[in-house]
């Protein structure tokens, strides 16, 4: 009714922030960091069921991000827990062995050649935390700063171009919004 009347969601968890597919427009998903679960909606947000469990949990700053133009492709950047990646909507997740943590997750335009978009990330795939970008959806990293280039704290938002491919957008604490694009 165009926002004249509003309704609690009972089956939403408290404090979780939804995520829209970016195919299906009647299915969301959220991260209840609390229980460590994500939960599911296929009717447009009206109801949520809990879906993959046995997740980290307890820091209100994991973060699930969907995979623009696919349905049910999730990942979960869950900081020093690790990367972790659903395709089945919500409903299994598994861990993306090519890095130990993920800070904050954003996704650009695929590299040449690529059917999957470019996945950036404020993580550490070595012993150091670094910004990344995976061209074959996380199978490997390269890292796209260098040791003169931290710029504070980067784990609060990165994303990719979604028309230059290797551009990246990368907010930080305090010392502004910083860009690069590959040399």
């Known amino acids: 009714d165009g926002g004249a009347t509003w309704s609690e969601v009972a089956t939403f968890p408290r404090g979780a922030v939804p995520v829209a597919d970016p195919v299906d427009p009647r299915r969301f998903s959220v991260y209840d960091t609390d229980g460590g679960a994500v939960y599911r909606s296929t009717d447009a947000g ?4 809990r879906g993959a469990g ?5 820091d209100v700053q994991f973060r699930i991000a969907a995979a623009p133009g696919r349905t049910g492709d999730l990942w979960l950047s869950a900081k020093w827990n690790g990367l972790f990646r659903s395709t089945d909507g919500g409903g299994s997740f598994t861990r993306v062995t090519s890095c130990w943590a993920s800070y904050a ?3 650009g335009r695929a590299a040449p050649g690529a059917a999957y ?3 950036f990330q404020t993580g550490a795939t070595e012993d150091f935390v670094g910004v990344y970008r995976s ?4 199978a ?6 260098d040791d003169a280039h931290q710029w504070g704290w980067t784990g609060e938002v990165i994303t990719g171009d979604p028309r230059v491919h290797g551009r990246v957008y990368l907010g930080t604490n305090g010392r ?3 860009y690069g694009d590959p040399v």
Do not use: Y
């Open 46 to 49: 009206a109801t949520f069921v």
């Open 54 to 58: 046995g997740l980290p949990s307890g």
């Open 105 to 107: 997750l954003g996704f």
């Open 117 to 119: 978009p470019a996945v």
């Open 135 to 138: 061209d074959d959806a996380g």
């Open 140 to 145: 490997g990293w390269t890292r796209i700063n």
């Open 176 to 178: 502004g919004i910083q």
